[in-house]
């Protein structure tokens, strides 16, 4: 079992820029890829940022360029940070682990970009 828990999450004014954690209860090093996946209200969660074990990223279009993904295997955590907000980048915000096949899901935390 991988447990995943989520904190940074808040309120800021469109601009600023809020950096989420994540932090994962098993050695992260060889974890083939994680994620950060968004859902706002009444929507799909969808991808925002994937890095894998090798260091290849990718990006939602809507967040290229503003946000960045980061690791630190020793910490056993994953970063997202997001710069620029928009009142559009409104969600929870998910990490995500695929491990042996399996995705393991943290609690997610609020992000709230007020106009």
């Known amino acids: 079992q991988v447990q995943l828990v989520e904190s940074g999450g808040g309120l800021v004014q469109a601009g600023g820029s809020l950096r989420l954690s994540c932090v994962v209860s098993?050695?992260?090093?060889?974890?083939?890829?994680m994620g950060w996946y968004r859902q706002a209200l009444g929507k799909q969660r969808e991808l925002v940022a994937r890095?894998?074990?090798?260091?290849?990223?990718n990006y939602a279009d809507s967040v290229k360029g503003r946000f960045t993904i980061s690791r630190d295997n020793a910490k056993n955590t994953v970063y997202l940070q997001m710069n620029s907000l928009k009142p559009e980048d409104t969600a929870v915000y998910y990490c995500?682990?695929?491990?042996?096949?399996?995705?393991?899901w943290g609690q997610g935390t609020q992000v709230t970009v007020s106009s």
């Open positions: 098993r050695s992260i090093f060889s974890i083939y890829a």
């Open positions: 995500k682990a695929f491990v042996f096949s399996t995705d393991y």
């Open positions: 890095l894998t074990s090798s260091g290849n990223t």
